[in-house]
C-alpha cells in the first residue's frame, strides 16, 4: 500500500467559526496505479492534497487515526521530516499551470534548479551544459519539441497546455513515487485536456509512478483511471475500482453522479430531464449532522443523522446505512 | 519596448516643459521687476536696464519671452542671485555635490536595512517579529525628523560628545575642493594625514545620515513587506513548497526578486521623501547643501534662486521617476507582457 489513510479529519478553527471541512474521510492508493479523488467544488478534494503534502496554513487543523505513507506514520513525524519525505517522493502539479510557475523567471532556469544534485555525473566546469541538456530531455520527455524557445520564455508567453507540460516536467524530475495532479486539467481546451491526461497516463506506465487525479470530471475518470474515491461535502462516499463503481455503486450518491452523465446512463429517454438531486450543496456554515448528503438524499431515513461508518463489500468501500444494489 | 520608450520621453518631456513654463511664470508673478527677477541684477542704472529689457525680451510677447527664457536655461544662465550677485548656477554646482553624497550614503542605508527587514517581516507575517518591525517601522515613520535629529544631537553629540554636531568637516582640515564629493576630494587630495581626514569626515557624516534614512527606510519596509506578504499567498509559492526547495532557496530564488520587482517605480516615492528630508536634516546639522542653500535663499527673498532651485529639483526628480519606470519595465517580464496587450 502506497498510501493509507483513515478517519482524516481537517478542522478550520477560527474565531467564528468550527468546522471539519474534511469529516472522516478515507482514501488508500495501489503502488502504480491512477487513483482519482472526485467530487464537486467545496467537497474538499483540494484541501485533502494540502494536507497530503502539508501545505495548509495555521488556520486549519489536521487529524487522522492512520496517515501511512510507504508504511510510515506521516502525523509521528516533525514537519521537517514530513517535508523531507513529501519533497522526495510526492510531487504535485496544481490547477493553474501559469500562475503556479514563477512570473519573473525563464522556464529554463525554474526546471534546473528543481533538478536534484546527485543528478550531475561530470564536474563543475561542465555543469551548465548539463543542467542545459537535462532541462531539454526533460522537456522532450513531457512532450514539448521547441525545448530551446520553451526554456527561454517567460510563463506568461506561453500556453496554459504548455505550462501544465512544464509543471509536469518539474514535478517528475525528481521520480516521485506519487504524483498529485490537482485538477490539472481545469478550463483547458479539450484536445489540451487529452494530451496532459494522455501524458500522466503514460508517465503512470512507463516510470512506475502513482497520480493521484483530483477532478470533477467523470468522463476522463472513468477513461483514464484505475481506481476512485468518491467525495461529498468532505466525507467519503464510495471507493473501489472505477469499472466496478460504474456497473454498481452501492452507495445512491454514486449512482445519481453516473446517472446525470448521459454517456453513462444508457436508460435515459431522449429529451427527458437527466437525473439529479434536489437542492445544492450546503454551504461550510450549515453543514447537516451525520451524513452530510442526507438532507439531499432520496432514501434518507432516521438513522442517516448518524454518520455511517463505511463498510468493505466486494472489494468496494461505502458509507451509507440503506445501500442500493445489494440484493444479489 | 521602443514604442514605450518613447511614450516615456514623450512624458518626460511634457512634464519638463509643464516646469519650465511654471518657472518662467514665476518670473512675472514674484513680488518686483520681472527683468530684475529673470536676471538677477539689482543695481542697475537707465541705460544697463533698457538693454537687459531688450535681450530679455520684455517688450514683446510672453511666448517670446519664454523662448528667450528656455535658450538662457539650456546655456545654463540662470541669472545672478540677489544675496551675493554670483551666477546661480555657480552656486548650484558649489552645494550640489554635498547633497547628492549625502542622500546617497542615507538612501544606501535605507536599501541596506529596509529591504532584508521588510523581507523578513513579509515572510514572518503575524509573528512576532513582524510585529516587532512593523511597530518599530510605523513609530520612526510618525516621528517628525527635525525632532529625530535635535534629539540624535542631543544624545550623540551634547551628551555624550561621539559624534560633531553639525558641518561636513572639522575646520582643522584644509581639503581642496576639485569633486565637491568630499569622501573623492579627501582621496585626490595631497594631504600628509589622510586617514584622520577620513575618519573626521565618516563621523560628520553619521548622524545626518541617520537622520535622513529614518522616513525613506521605514517607508521601503512598508513596501517591501506588503509585497513580499502578497507573494507568499500567491500560487507559485505554494508550487515551490512542494518542489523541495529549502526555505532559503524559495527566498532567494523566488520570493525576493517578485518582491522587489513590483516596488521598482515605487522608488521614486523614495527619492521625493529623501529630496525633502534633505532640506531639513542640512538646516539641522548645517550640511552645506542645495537644501540649506534653497532655504537660506527663501529667507532673503532671493527670487532667482528659488526659481532655479525650483526648476532643478523637479527636474531631477521626473527624471529619476522616468529612469525607474524604464529600469521596472526591463526587469519586469510582467510588465512587458501588458506592453505588447496594449
Known amino acids: ?328 | 519596448m521602443f514604442v514605450y520608450l518613447i511614450r516615456r520621453l514623450n512624458l518626460l518631456i511634457t512634464t519638463l516643459f509643464l516646469i519650465s513654463l511654471f518657472s518662467f511664470s514665476l518670473g512675472h508673478f514674484f513680488p518686483g521687476d520681472p527683468v530684475i527677477n529673470f536676471s538677477g541684477q539689482q543695481s542697475l542704472d537707465y541705460d544697463e536696464y533698457e538693454a537687459l529689457s531688450q535681450t530679455l525680451g520684455m517688450n514683446q510677447s510672453y511666448f517670446e519671452q519664454y523662448i528667450i527664457y528656455l535658450r538662457r536655461i539650456l546655456d545654463g544662465d540662470l541669472g545672478l542671485s540677489f544675496s551675493t550677485q554670483t551666477p546661480l548656477i555657480d552656486d548650484v554646482i558649489r552645494v550640489m555635490p554635498a547633497s547628492i553624497e549625502l542622500s546617497f550614503y542615507a538612501l544606501l542605508l535605507t536599501l541596506v536595512l529596509g529591504l532584508p527587514l521588510g523581507l523578513w517581516a513579509g515572510i514572518k507575517q503575524h509573528k512576532l517579529v513582524d510585529k516587532i518591525i512593523f511597530t518599530l517601522a510605523t513609530m520612526a515613520n510618525s516621528v517628525p525628523i527635525f525632532w529625530s535629529g535635535l534629539i540624535f544631537i542631543l544624545i550623540f553629540s551634547l551628551n555624550n560628545q561621539i559624534f560633531p554636531m553639525s558641518g561636513r568637516l572639522n575646520l582643522l582640515y584644509e581639503v581642496p575642493s576639485q569633486t565637491g564629493f568630499l569622501l573623492m576630494d579627501i582621496f585626490l587630495a595631497d594631504m600628509p594625514n589622510k586617514l584622520a581626514v577620513y575618519q573626521d569626515a565618516l563621523t560628520h557624516l553619521v548622524l545626518p545620515t541617520l537622520t535622513l534614512a529614518i522616513l525613506p527606510t521605514t517607508l521601503l519596509i512598508g513596501m517591501m513587506r506588503s509585497s513580499v506578504v502578497n507573494v507568499m499567498r500567491s500560487p507559485y509559492i505554494k508550487a515551490a513548497l512542494t518542489k523541495g526547495l529549502s526555505t532559503r532557496e524559495l527566498i532567494s530564488r523566488h520570493v525576493f526578486r517578485n518582491a522587489i520587482v513590483p516596488i521598482i517605480p515605487q522608488f521614486s516615492l523614495l527619492f521625493n521623501i529623501l529630496m525633502t528630508s534633505t532640506m531639513i536634516t542640512e538646516i539641522i546639522f548645517s550640511w552645506p547643501g542645495i537644501g540649506h542653500w534653497l532655504i537660506e535663499a527663501i529667507y532673503q527673498r532671493d527670487y532667482p534662486a528659488i526659481q532655479a532651485t525650483l526648476l532643478l529639483v523637479a527636474s531631477i526628480m521626473i527624471m529619476i521617476t522616468v529612469v525607474l519606470d524604464i529600469l521596472h519595465m526591463l526587469v519586469n517580464p510582467l510588465a512587458r507582457q501588458t506592453l505588447h496587450a496594449k
Open chain 1, 1 to 328: 500500500m502506497l498510501l493509507d489513510v483513515r478517519n482524516l479529519t481537517v478542522q478550520l478553527k477560527t474565531e467564528s467559526l468550527d468546522v471539519s471541512a474534511i469529516d472522516k474521510m478515507s482514501l488508500s492508493m495501489r503502488d502504480g496505479s491512477i487513483h482519482a479523488l472526485v467530487g464537486e467544488t467545496g467537497s474538499g478534494k483540494s484541501l485533502f492534497a494540502r494536507a497530503l503534502t502539508g501545505t495548509l496554513s495555521d488556520k486549519w487543523h489536521v487529524k487522522a487515526d492512520r496517515f501511512f505513507w510507504q508504511g510510515e506514520d506521516l502525523l509521528r513525524k516533525s514537519e521537517e521530516q514530513r517535508r523531507q519525505i513529501i519533497s522526495k517522493d510526492i510531487a504535485m502539479i496544481f490547477q493553474e499551470p501559469k500562475l503556479s510557475l514563477d512570473p519573473t523567471a525563464r522556464i529554463g532556469e525554474q526546471i534546473e534548479e528543481v533538478i536534484p544534485k546527485s543528478d550531475f555525473t561530470g564536474s563543475f566546469w561542465t555543469r551548465r551544459q548539463e543542467r542545459k541538456t537535462l532541462v531539454n530531455k526533460l522537456l522532450l520527455k513531457v512532450g514539448i519539441k521547441h525545448y530551446d524557445f520553451c526554456s527561454n520564455s517567460y510563463a506568461h508567453e506561453l500556453s496554459e497546455g504548455l505550462c501544465q507540460k512544464v509543471n509536469i516536467a518539474m514535478a517528475i524530475v525528481r521520480h516521485p513515487k506519487l504524483l498529485i495532479a490537482d485538477e490539472p486539467t481545469d478550463a483547458m481546451e479539450s484536445t489540451t485536456k487529452i494530451q496532459i491526461l494522455r501524458l500522466l497516463q503514460k508517465l503512470n506506465e512507463s516510470k512506475d509512478m502513482s497520480v493521484l487525479l483530483i477532478t470533477h470530471d467523470l468522463e476522463s475518470v472513468v477513461q483514464y483511471a484505475d481506481e476512485m474515491t468518491l467525495l461529498y461535502n468532505g466525507q467519503s462516499v464510495e471507493s473501489g475500482s472505477v469499472k466496478r463503481l460504474l456497473k454498481r455503486p452501492f452507495h445512491p450518491y454514486t449512482e445519481t453522479l453516473f446517472k446525470s452523465i448521459p454517456k453513462f446512463n444508457t436508460e435515459i429517454a431522449p429529451k427527458s430531464r437527466l437525473e439529479t438531486l434536489k437542492g445544492s450543496t450546503p454551504p461550510l456554515q450549515h453543514l447537516p449532522i451525520g451524513c452530510r448528503l442526507g438532507p439531499r438524499c432520496p432514501r434518507a431515513q432516521k438513522e442517516c443523522v448518524v454518520t455511517p461508518k463505511s463498510v468493505k463489500y466486494k472489494g468496494q468501500v461505502f458509507s451509507c446505512h440503506y445501500p442500493i444494489n445489494m440484493e444479489s
